[in-house]
């Protein structure tokens, strides 16, 4: 083609039109990256097909197209102008999205696959007479070369010189006497190579799963099916049943999606002794040059199955037969910068182009999901009992309330009314038990840092973030006060910065207190906590879940990251020190995120034969999350929170877009957010579209993050396609002004409103 069509990721709702010139090499195709000219600069670009400029048009040529064939099939370009219509983004914002860092950042020739030059033996010395001669004045080639040997007759020489410390002209005397040859092999960047093969499970699918499993082989293409079943039922065993028809037996391929990268090492563990190296793992932990690897194998065919979190879903796999998305009620399937994409309707959109069977698992489905299946849209597929014959665990709730201990006139209370106020006597009792016994425990706290806030004693100012509106919190290791939305961190005060006083005191239970309290309580207990301060670092998620599947952690503590998904049979007792984290806070949503979350923990006790026990300790002891979460009935919370969904009327009874307006300006930002207001008011004055509302402006539930005021604006449709003609129209006809930092951004879908 002489003129190509060009998507850059631009904040721009449209394409540019360039010319190849005669004689360029490369792929000029669509989905292949070409390099143009662009207001004085070069960008990288993806070509989107043919162009048919107007006469007397004035066209650029390309610069460069630096691939030999294209990035993206047909397939995914349209996967990716779906996204870009739906979530209201430019084209090459989305399509940027689809590729790994390694295709869209400043290097634009594509990454080559990382070799190593090894050394290999090419005549084999089977006599000990002939070593002697042949080695006689050379001990140090035949040191040599009997390493390589016992190494397989193949060795790194990177090893061999750095490690093993052979130099470089014993090698070369090998080769110049023709024994040893150099060459060069690709070495595959896989993390998860190095993990031990575990033996795969053998177990006979109950009813319910081979219901389920039979299902699923007579599925039709696109078909989706919402698997509900409660935790430990077995999900997975219908999974590894469902890839093994597609992947072995059909020759297809699959991609699994897991909410939590924390989740991906045992999920790819488990699916890796059945389908061997047939799994490539895709996730941000990796290397951009390990991500890049398990791309390409992936669109070579050398790899089969795609495991990994939300962006595993561009994974360039070709005869897709099917995609599992676990734990589908994840808010961490949203994406939470354009393009604003859910992983979940995502899936739903590839299967069905692609003729591939969709499943969605879950103890607790989102309410979206449930409502889906209960109207026809998704088949049903039900799990009710544990596999194995597991039970639920028995739930145990603590008011603590009913429990508070009694605070010294001093305020201050001393290390035994400290640790009741963070475990009850009743989770106290059942910690010493399970320690006793050489069981393992799992107590969640939703809440990093050391304490949630700072307040003096006197005039009752709390430290806030100079960039935020929200409380600093306090962590120890080092001692710091740390907003957890900008990351501004300045040293613990020691008198109030607004009246001076030294009464100052530390308020609200954080991780890290928490395990100083259990490491003073139960000195000999060994305790691993896991929360974002203590897995910074790239596979730290992996090796605090190895020494816990190993047995050498007594009590594991941690935020959310270890309440779903994970299996230890040792774990016979859970306990939420803290229940109401997020269950008031200001979202439509913060009820199904705490049942679901309770119910999840939960659901990591008694897991193997010796049963489980939870403990949940909390303040509010009637409100339905926790009833619910107490008796395992997620019907009953599913009837009572729809209820209080209808009026005022949220999803799964609408479709909402949240229009976010931002600037450095307070008053500037509201102004506009206001203006925003107005003008949907008036679009649909003059365009009525029945059943769309407008809510708003107001401030958002957090007002200012990193030094940028936020407000918001609601947008509520009855149908989809109203919803987002609307948000369509806002965000390129709604002007705004190019001072005080201003933007908006439309959030389709959202998962949360703060």
């Given at each position: ?5 060009v998507?850059?990721?631009l ?8 010319r190849v010139?005669?004689?360029?090499t ?11 000219p662009?207001?004085?600069r070069?960008?990288?670009?993806i ?5 048919d ?7 650029k040529?390309i610069?460069s197209?630096?691939?030999d ?9 349209a ?6 219509e739906?979530y ?28 190593r030059r090894?050394a290999e033996?090419?005549?084999?010395l089977?006599s ?6 042949i080695?006689?004045?050379a001990?140090q ?5 009997e390493l390589i040997e016992?190494?397989?007759g ?12 052979f130099s470089?002209?014993?090698l070369?005397?090998?080769?110049s006497?023709q ?8 070495v ?16 006979t ?9 039979d299902?699923?082989?007579i599925?039709?293409?696109?078909h989706?099916a919402?698997?509900h079943g409660?935790?430990?039922?077995g999900?997975?065993l219908?999974y ?14 699959a991609?699994?999606?897991v909410p ?13 002794a059945?389908f061997?190296d ?9 290397s ?12 070579r ?21 099917a ?5 589908e ?9 354009a393009?604003r994409y ?7 959109v590839r ?6 069977v ?7 489905p ?7 299946a209960a109207?026809g849209k998704?088949?049903?597929?039900t799990?009710?009992?544990g596999a194995?014959?597991?039970r639920?665990?028995?739930v145990?709730v603590?008011?603590l309330?009913a429990?508070k ?6 305020d ?5 009314a400290?640790?009741?106020?963070a475990i009850s ?12 016994k050489?069981?393992q425990?799992i107590?969640?706290?939703?809440r ?12 009752g100012d709390?430290?806030?973030?100079p ?6 919190t ?14 501004h961190?300045e ?18 239970l954080?991780?890290?207190?928490v395990?100083?309290?259990l490491?003073?309580?139960y000195p ?8 974002v ?23 594991l503590l941690g935020t959310q ?5 994970l299996?230890?049979p040792?774990?016979t007792?859970?306990?939420?020190i803290?229940?109401?984290?997020g269950?008031n806070?200001?979202d439509?949503r913060?009820?199904?995120r ?11 006790a008694?897991?193997?034969s010796?049963?489980?026990e939870v ?6 002891p009637?409100?339905?999350?926790v009833?619910?979460?107490?008796t ?10 729809l209820a209080?969904?209808k009026?005022?009327a ?5 479709r909402?877009a949240?229009?976010?307006v931002?600037?450095?300006q307070?008053?500037a ?8 207001a107005?003008?949907?008011?008036k679009?649909l004055a ?16 957090v ?5 940028r ?5 609601l947008?509520k449709?009855?149908?989809a ?5 609307v948000?369509?129209y ?6 705004v002004?190019?001072?005080f930092g201003?933007?908006l951004?439309l959030?389709?879908d959202?998962v949360?409103?703060?």
């Amino acid at each position: 083609m002489s003129f190509i069509e060009v998507a850059l990721a631009l904040p721009l709702f449209r394409t540019f039109s360039y010319r190849v010139p005669i004689g360029m090499t490369g792929s000029v195709v669509a989905g292949s990256r070409v390099v143009v000219p662009f207001r004085n600069r070069q960008e990288l670009g993806i070509v989107i097909g043919a162009a048919d400029p107007r006469e007397g048009m004035k066209v650029k040529d390309i610069v460069s197209a630096p691939d030999d064939a294209p990035v993206m099939d047909q397939s995914m370009l349209a996967l990716c102008q779906w996204i870009a219509e739906y979530y209201v983004v430019p084209l090459g914002v989305a399509l940027r999205t689809a590729l790994p860092a390694a295709l869209t950042g400043a290097t634009v020739p594509v990454p080559v696959r990382k070799t190593r030059r090894v050394a290999e033996i090419v005549v084999e010395l089977t006599s000990l007479l002939q070593r002697d001669e042949i080695f006689a004045r050379a001990p140090q080639q035949r040191a040599l070369y009997e390493l390589i040997e016992a190494m397989g007759g193949r060795a790194a020489v990177e090893l061999l010189n750095e490690k093993l410390a052979f130099s470089a002209s014993v090698l070369k005397g090998l080769v110049s006497r023709q024994l040893v040859a150099l060459d060069y092999e690709t070495v595959e960047r896989d993390p998860f190579l190095t993990r031990a093969r575990r033996t795969p499970d053998s177990h006979t699918p109950t009813g319910p799963q081979r219901v389920a499993i039979d299902r699923l082989a007579i599925a039709a293409p696109g078909h989706v099916a919402l698997l509900h079943g409660i935790t430990g039922s077995g999900k997975t065993l219908v999974y590894l049943e469902l890839l093994r028809r597609v992947v072995i037996d059909e020759g297809k391929t699959a991609i699994v999606l897991v909410p939590e990268i924390a989740l991906t090492p045992q999920t790819v563990d488990r699916f890796r002794a059945v389908f061997g190296d047939r799994i490539a793992v895709l996730h941000s932990a990796l290397s951009d040059g390990e991500r890049y690897d398990a791309w390409l194998a992936l669109r070579r065919g050398e790899k089969r199955i795609a495991v990994g979190a939300r962006s595993a879903i561009f994974a360039p796999l070709r005869d897709l037969g099917a995609i599992i998305v676990d734990e589908e009620h994840e808010g961490s399937y949203k994406q939470g910068e354009a393009p604003r994409y859910h992983a979940r309707e995502v899936a739903i959109v590839r299967a069905r182009a692609e003729g591939a069977v969709v499943v969605l698992g879950s103890a607790t489905p989102s309410l979206e999901s449930w409502s889906n299946a209960a109207s026809g849209k998704y088949e049903l597929l039900t799990l009710p009992d544990g596999a194995g014959g597991a039970r639920l665990p028995h739930v145990h709730v603590v008011d603590l309330r009913a429990d508070k201990p009694k605070a010294k006139p001093t305020d201050t209370p001393d290390a035994d009314a400290a640790f009741a106020m963070a475990i009850s006597r009743p989770l106290d009792v059942a910690l010493r038990d399970r320690l006793s016994k050489r069981e393992q425990s799992i107590l969640l706290l939703n809440r990093r840092g050391y304490s949630a806030f700072v307040q003096c004693g006197t005039c009752g100012d709390v430290a806030v973030c100079p960039n935020c509106s929200i409380s600093l919190t306090h962590h120890r290791t080092p001692e710091r006060l740390v907003c957890h939305y900008c990351q501004h961190a300045e040293p613990l005060h020691v008198t109030c910065t607004r009246c001076g006083g030294s009464r100052l005191r530390q308020r609200g239970l954080g991780t890290q207190q928490v395990e100083r309290m259990l490491s003073e309580r139960y000195p000999s207990a060994r305790i691993a906590r896991m929360d974002v301060d203590t897995t910074s670092g790239k596979w730290a998620h992996t090796e605090i879940l190895d020494r816990v599947g190993a047995g050498e952690v007594d009590i594991l503590l941690g935020t959310q990251m270890i309440a779903k998904g994970l299996d230890f049979p040792n774990v016979t007792l859970v306990g939420v020190i803290d229940a109401d984290v997020g269950i008031n806070l200001p979202d439509f949503r913060a009820s199904e995120r705490c049942f679901q979350l309770l119910s999840q923990v939960a659901g990591r006790a008694g897991r193997g034969s010796k049963g489980g026990e939870v403990f949940i300790q909390t303040r509010a002891p009637s409100h339905h999350a926790v009833q619910c979460a107490v008796t395992h009935d997620y019907h009953r919370f599913v009837h009572e929170e729809l209820a209080g969904r209808k009026h005022p009327a949220y999803p799964p009874y609408v479709r909402i877009a949240n229009v976010v307006v931002s600037g450095t300006q307070e008053d500037a930002t509201a102004r506009l957010a206001t203006g925003a207001a107005a003008w949907l008011h008036k679009l649909l004055a003059a365009r009525p579209a029945p059943g769309v509302s407008v809510i708003g402006p107001a401030p958002c539930p957090v007002e200012r993050v990193k030094n940028r005021w936020r407000w918001h604006v609601l947008i509520k449709a009855d149908r989809a396609q109203d919803l987002g003609r609307v948000g369509r129209y806002l965000v390129e006809r709604f002007e705004v002004p190019k001072q005080f930092g201003l933007r908006l951004t439309l959030d389709r879908d959202p998962v949360a409103l703060l």
